[in-house]
């Protein structure tokens, strides 16, 4: 996305850099998810909501595309230690999931979170981000 200033009579065009935050195991699920997202900013990758929390706090993202079932730290865990620590994250998590777990709709649903159901789709995928960036730069 580009936004613009006139400067000397002149519109000046600046491109709006978003950053955007994997949290996944290391696995061709991961590099699929790179490869779609590197199209949208800088991505950084976290293979555990440990290492995330510590990138949120010396980054700050646009998204974070997390897995819902990870193994010692699980998505909701890390979402709710993510947003206890930054309010301005709750809106721009989307999560991916391969489990219909009770828990984890319940979650989804009383949090009003989006998710998006494995095998992961190129262009649901892109669908839900692009939506997500759009409404990041509106709040």
Do not use: W
Request: glycine share 6%; proline share 3%; net charge positive.
């Amino acid at each position: 996305m580009k936004d613009s200033n006139i400067q000397n009579g002149k519109v000046m065009q600046k491109t709006i850099t978003r950053r955007i935050l994997i949290v996944s195991k290391p696995d061709a699920e991961c590099k699929i998810l790179y490869d779609i997202l590197k199209g949208y900013g800088i991505v950084d990758i976290a293979c555990s909501g440990q290492r995330a929390l510590e990138k949120i706090g010396s980054h700050s993202y646009d998204l974070i595309v997390t897995e819902a079932s990870m193994p010692l730290m699980d998505g909701i865990e890390f979402y709710k230690e993510a947003v206890n620590h930054n309010q301005a994250l709750k809106s721009r998590f989307l999560f991916f999931t391969g489990s219909l777990a009770r828990y984890y709709m319940k979650f989804f649903a009383d949090n009003d979170l989006p998710f998006i159901y494995r095998p992961l789709r190129a262009g649901l995928l892109r669908e839900a981000v692009e939506e997500m960036l759009y409404n990041t730069c509106r709040t």
